[in-house]
């Protein structure tokens, strides 16, 4: 009878250390995201849907220092700020390759625009 009573005292023991370890490791699946502060170059690429009539941009920022780039999702608000070229800083939070502008305006700050070349004019 002592037998039993210490098996299930060692398998309640057991249960009572991987249950909280668990909970651990499906909260890691799923990472919040970093808070971070990024400066780069903002590229676009265009998606056509010539079927559907319509075209959907993604953003990028392009890191200089480390070579990185960045899939960055912005509201609207933010997207009509920012132009291919523009070197900007973005608040936000890093989740992967994935930066995700903060929602305030004041997150995604354009600290240098491309310079604006008049079409047949040599650079």
């Not at 651990?24 to 056509?48: F, H, K, N, R, W």
């Not at 953003?59 to 700020?81: E, F, W």
Request: aromatic residues 6%; glycine residues 8%.
């Amino acid at each position: 009878m002592w037998r039993i009573l210490a098996f299930a005292s060692v398998v309640a023991l057991a249960f009572a250390v991987a249950a909280p370890m668990a909970r651990l490791d499906a909260g890691q699946a799923t990472p919040l995201g970093s808070p971070v502060v990024v400066e780069g170059t903002v590229a676009m690429s265009i998606e056509d849907d010539f079927q559907g009539g319509r075209a959907t941009r993604h953003y990028y920022l392009d890191h200089p220092d480390s070579g990185k780039r960045y899939d960055l999702r912005l509201t609207p608000c933010q997207a009509n700020l920012v132009q291919p070229g523009m070197r900007v800083r973005v608040m936000g939070n890093l989740v992967g390759a994935i930066l995700t502008a903060d929602q305030p305006d004041r997150s995604v700050v354009v600290l240098d625009a491309p310079d604006v070349v008049a079409p047949g004019k040599a650079r």
